[in-house]
């Protein structure tokens, strides 16, 4: 399975520590939902929004493997 080589960079690690709280209330929030199927669609859709505010663009691994079903 690809990753995105964004994730191996300084940058993207520092990002992720920062907005790490927000991606656990996210996770609990869905769980909390009792989502499974899809869910975590919904959270990269997230993760990628709260990237991008501070300057990451991230590819999801939906988006890195096109060809691969995530549910």
């Known amino acids: 399975m690809k990753i995105d080589p964004i994730e191996e960079t300084q940058e993207f690690k520092d990002a992720?520590?920062?907005?790490?709280?927000?991606?656990?209330?996210?996770?609990?929030?869905?769980?909390?939902?009792?989502?499974?199927?899809?869910?975590?669609?919904?959270?990269?859709?997230?993760?990628k929004k709260l990237l991008k505010s501070v300057g990451i663009d991230w590819k999801s691994p939906s988006e890195m493997n096109p060809d691969i079903r995530f549910d």
């Open 16 to 47: 992720i520590k920062k907005i790490q709280p927000e991606l656990d209330k996210i996770g609990k929030e869905l769980d909390e939902m009792g989502m499974r199927m899809g869910s975590c669609h919904i959270y990269w859709a997230r993760k």
